[in-house]
């Protein structure tokens, strides 16, 4: 009985208790972006089902609770589009978007992989395209506290992401190029005779005056190869201001990529929506798991989380705030 006593007060202690919850916090570290713009997403993904403006719209309300963020509605977004004709079937075409709409970037998104049903599965990748040409991409470790004392706390994840990221720019000056032959094109058939089967002809590839495939295309056979510049790892962080205006370098890379897959059966992703569940004091019944049954909130929270990734892989995680909360029935 004495070593059950303590055991039975301990759990009726336990019942009076306050539930603490640890929420991180990301903000806008690129000041240079400001105020963007989300155009509906595209569906690469097999399901029939996907609502690319709902996507589009879950991303804005996601993005524009962010501090530091101003987000142009979905409907501004579509209706320049009809305007102008546009479809984004290019980056020039994002950029020419992000200029009319007069925002600092044009967030372009496509569903990859998706199933509303138990458990849900949603995978994302999303690129924001930059209005002003002499902007580059920010690789994931931009301004992260590399050589200080705060980089023991970069988790281990960062630093893989970060790792992958400079080597993937370092391999890039290292890596022989090559050109694909090209292709021979398909030209359509004659239609067949009632007593000949159907036969598929192909045009021949283009020539230049002297005969060989691909013309002014074709590489050169004389020229010295270049040896690019080795990417410094010093350069994921920021630099100190230079004593005059940088030349433009035009690039068409989207300044943002972020691609990720999220599942309701991972244990990651679902401590992640507790988390999420917690803060928001939803009065409705079921807890966090009612938002796995429900897609319009498994689709927000994935766009939440998505873009808390992209943030606070590039130096956007601010202080975790802890909250304390007593049970209801106190």
């Known amino acids: 009985m004495l070593f059950v006593l303590p055991a039975v007060v301990l759990a009726g202690c336990q019942a009076f208790l306050p539930e603490v919850a640890r929420q991180p916090s990301v903000y806008n570290p690129f000041p240079q972006l400001s105020k963007v713009a989300v155009a509906p997403f595209f569906n690469l993904s097999t ?24 987000v ?8 320049a589009m009809r305007a102008y004709q546009i479809t984004l079937a290019s980056p ?6 992000a200029q009319l709409l007069e925002v600092d970037a044009l967030v372009v998104g496509s569903v990859t992989d998706y199933s509303p049903y138990y458990p849900p599965r949603c995978a994302m990748q999303v690129e924001w395209y930059a209005a002003n040409p002499c902007f580059h991409p920010i690789p994931p470790g931009y301004g992260l506290p590399w050589g200080t004392p705060e980089e023991e706390q970069i988790p281990p994840q960062l630093v893989f992401e970060a790792e992958r990221a400079l080597a993937r720019e370092q391999l890039k000056t290292q ?25 598929v002809t192909y045009l021949a590839p283009a020539t230049d005056d002297a005969g060989d495939a ?22 994921w962080s920021p630099s100190p201001p230079c004593a005059g205006v940088p030349p433009c370098v035009e690039s068409e890379e989207p300044v943002l990529v972020h ?23 939803d009065a409705r019944a079921g807890g966090w798991q009612s938002y796995l049954q429900r897609s319009d909130d498994f689709i927000r929270f994935c766009c939440h989380l998505h873009i808390a990734e992209m943030l606070t892989a ?15 029935g106190r």
């Open 214 to 235: 691909g013309g002014a295309h074709a590489p050169s056979r004389t020229a010295a190869p270049q040896a690019p510049a080795w990417p410094d790892p010093r350069g």
């Open 314 to 328: 590039r130096g956007g995680a601010g202080e975790t705030r802890v909250v304390w909360r007593w049970p209801a």
């Open 72 to 79: 142009v509605p979905v409907g501004v977004v579509e209706e």
């Open 47 to 70: 399901e029939p089902s996907v609502d690319g403006r709902e996507f589009a719209a879950a991303y804005y309300d996601q993005l524009q609770s962010v501090p530091g963020f101003e």
């Open 92 to 97: 020039a075409d994002a950029r020419r978007l």
């Open 175 to 199: 890596t022989p190029r090559y050109q694909a032959p090209p292709w021979p094109v398909p030209v359509e058939p004659a239609a067949p005779s009632d007593d000949e089967g159907q036969e």
């Open 259 to 281: 691609t990720a897959t999220y599942s309701g059966a991972d244990p990651r992703v679902t401590a992640a929506l507790q988390t999420y569940a917690f803060f928001r004091d």
